[in-house]
């Protein structure tokens, strides 16, 4: 049986489990870790081969796919992954060992995450790979608490993520690219950083070098493009692989379980699996698997533990038991399985994409899928129910089941408007052009762009503005009034203004989060057309890019000689930087996490000593409250900092403050 099977494995491995789990060191106070980690039932199990003593020897690891017997073998015993995924760049480093901790408290013996090229590259060959960004890191944590990892190199992600997880700079460089295709321009950077910097840093983490890594992905969902069917690119991504990584890596795609999908995103001698959620017949899912596969494993590898969420639209939610019936129905099987979110996480900064459903929507700043373990690192009700139905099959750790943790109450934080967008942008460089250049063109990942140009012609009382293809929303000002706005979601380009010839029309314009599936993802921010007034081109553009993930260009805090006298960006505070400051005790266990609201503000970007916790819009939700990790918080003062770009609160009704509470609102209401 492959559980036995399992159990022979896990019990000649369960030595260097206990050994290495000893060297594991938390940072949070409050986590408890234990060196003695018992594997519960048979440790010595019979393997179909009867050679479970003798084999296994750890000079010969390999890891390997057997096409007769319909199973992965580690080490020549059956094997089979129950995976969960963590996205090392939504957790901070800080938290990699306590999520990777509950992962594998919860019995599962693997984890998967992508690889996010614009992280590790976010300006053309400046390479990050250090602190949040340290790859090799969260594999090593992850073998040191007995997890396998499997990896999923892209290039292209998805994963809700700007641009799918490709670098901007790769628009910018060739605005016409064919990305996700045998594009020489895409080629040639793609092999750069697959080949020179990624897999060479990822080989001597193979399973076979001694490594946890027994996977990988190559590109995600290719077979969704149905049109692009691009077999020259899938091959070279596949050959690059092989040639970096070694012949013998268990190489695997993802697809739909739509045999279109399935037949293009296969690539020949890689692995097809596919990926499905809740409500769906594992049976029937795997049988359009095996359409493809006709023998090898049974491979899931993404069960939705939730789903994503987008601004403006409900929150998503799977039923605990629901899941826990589906894992269990796919386990049953014999299948391997990745539970696509386990914990789900951040996206930090401004790093969360966006999508066309069909109308565009962009993700919010929370990551939190409704997964097992939420978004602050808590197990939630479905992580019982579903170690219940994995300790089924593969034996689960013993040990103090993880528990919920405590959170900050750090109370109200009063907030004093510390310096207007245009004085911040006043010390930035201004680009002229005849016509609007975009975001990529400007060198700018994300941000906000201030775009500005003379009335030339005298026009009638009210003119038409229009702005085709704004990306994706924009604030208009006339002569220095606020003349309304624009936004790509509700598809409203134009507005009426009242001008006279000389007045100076502005824009500015929020990047939302580049397009991450689907064939829209050269999505170019910005003024991406020309801009018309009353039927005319408007010629002659000064532009300023406003890199707010740079924290060089954020305001000096009130307390710093350098501050900024405060001007209101607009009469109702929006444009404007707000700065307080709020005290963790210094005292045991703070920090703590906690949760930032911010009542009565509108629409913005909030940092914690100037670490960029993302967006937040709490007026369309259904995120209302911002997740602030305790490692970025001390004891003593701390800075809230603030863009509101809309509207402030204050002076009245309500005060000028956000508040730290301990209850994450994720499902907040939505407009109608
Ligand atoms: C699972 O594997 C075991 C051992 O090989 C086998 O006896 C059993 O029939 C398999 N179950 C299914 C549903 O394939
Ligand atoms: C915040 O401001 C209010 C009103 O001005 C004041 O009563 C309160 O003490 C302030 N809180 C802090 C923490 O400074």
Redesign the pocket.
């Known amino acids: 049986m492959m559980m036995k099977g399992c159990f022979g494995e896990v019990g000649v491995c369960v030595v260097l489990l206990v050994c290495c789990w000893g060297q594991e060191v938390t940072a949070q106070p409050a986590l408890t870790y234990h060196n003695h980690v018992h594997v519960a039932g048979s440790t010595h199990a019979e393997s179909r081969y009867g050679m479970n003593d003798v084999s296994c020897p750890y000079q010969v690891r390999s890891f390997e796919i057997d096409y007769e017997h319909s199973q992965f073998l580690k080490d020549g015993q059956p094997y089979r992954y129950v995976s969960g995924s963590i996205h090392y760049f939504r957790v901070l480093a800080a938290d990699w060992p306590d999520r990777l901790w509950k992962l594998r408290m919860a019995g599962f013996n693997a984890v998967q995450t992508v690889i996010e090229w614009a992280t590790h590259e976010p300006r053309q060959g400046e390479y990050l790979f250090s602190g949040n960004n340290d790859l090799e890191e969260f594999i090593k944590t992850a073998q040191r608490l007995g997890l396998d990892v499997i990896l999923r190199i892209g290039p292209y992600i998805c994963a809700e993520r700007d641009m799918g997880g490709m670098p901007y700079w790769l628009l910018k460089l060739h605005p016409d690219i064919r990305l996700r295709t045998s594009d020489p321009a895409f080629l040639r950077h793609m092999d750069r950083w697959l080949g020179e910097v990624l897999l060479p840093r990822i080989r001597s983490l193979l399973y076979e070098n001694g490594g946890p890594v027994i996977m990988v992905q190559l590109e995600n969902e290719y077979g969704c493009l149905v049109k692009l069917c691009d077999r020259h690119y899938t091959k070279h991504l596949r050959d690059l692989t092989r040639e970096k990584l070694g012949p013998r890596v268990v190489l695997f795609t993802t697809d739909n379980p739509i045999p279109d999908h399935l037949m293009e995103g296969k690539i020949p001698g890689v692995y097809a699996t596919i990926d499905f959620g809740v409500g769906k017949d594992p049976k029937e899912m795997f049988k359009m698997q095996r359409l493809f596969e006709p023998r090898g494993p049974l491979d899931n590898s993404e069960y939705h533990s939730g789903w994503m969420d987008h601004w403006g639209l409900h929150h998503h939610t799977v039923d605990s038991k629901v899941l826990a019936e589906g894992l269990d129905a796919i386990l049953a099987l014999n299948a391997s399985v990745n539970m696509f979110m386990f914990h789900g996480g951040t996206s930090f900064g401004l790093t969360s994409g966006s999508n066309i459903l069909p109308k565009f929507r962009a993700n919010p700043t929370s990551y939190d899928y409704d997964a097992p373990v939420s978004e602050a690192g808590d197990p939630t009700d479905k992580y019982l129910p579903i170690r219940d139905v994995v300790s089924k099959y593969l034996p689960v750790p013993q040990g103090p089941i993880p528990r919920p943790t405590k959170k900050g109450v750090y109370?109200?934080v009063?907030l004093t408007a510390i310096a207007s967008l245009w004085e911040v942008a006043a010390r930035l460089p201004t680009t002229y052009h005849p016509w609007p250049l975009t975001f990529e063109q400007l060198d700018l990942s994300v941000g906000l762009v201030i775009y500005s140009t003379r009335v030339p012609f005298r026009i009638p009382d009210p003119a038409r503005l229009s702005l085709p293809n704004v990306h994706d929303r924009g604030y208009v000002f006339v002569g220095g009034r606020d003349a309304g706005m624009v936004s790509r979601e509700q598809g409203m380009m134009d507005v009426a203004v009242r001008a006279t010839q000389g007045d100076t029309i502005t824009v500015v314009v929020e990047s939302q989060g580049r397009i991450s599936a689907g064939s829209h993802i050269n999505d170019f921010k910005g003024l991406t057309t020309n801009a018309t007034l009353n039927g005319h081109v408007l010629k002659g553009w000064n532009m300023t890019a406003v890199p707010l993930t740079n924290t060089s260009i954020l305001p000096d805090a009130p307390w710093s000689p350098r501050h900024l006298p405060a001007t209101p960006g607009t009469p109702s505070g929006g444009l404007t930087f707000y700065s307080g400051v709020f005290t963790v005790p210094d005292e045991d266990p703070h920090p703590l996490n906690t949760f930032l609201r911010v009542n009565g503000w509108s629409k913005g970007v909030a940092w914690v000593n100037r670490f960029c916790l993302g967006r937040y819009w709490p007026e369309v939700g259904p995120q209302v409250t911002l997740y602030v990790p305790w490692s970025i918080l001390k004891r003593g003062q701390n800075e809230l900092l603030l863009l509101e770009l809309e509207s402030a609160p204050c002076p009245a009704p309500l005060?000028c403050?956000a508040t730290l509470q301990d209850k994450h609102v994720l499902d907040g209401p939505t407009p109608t």
């Open positions: 109370g109200a009063n005060p403050a």
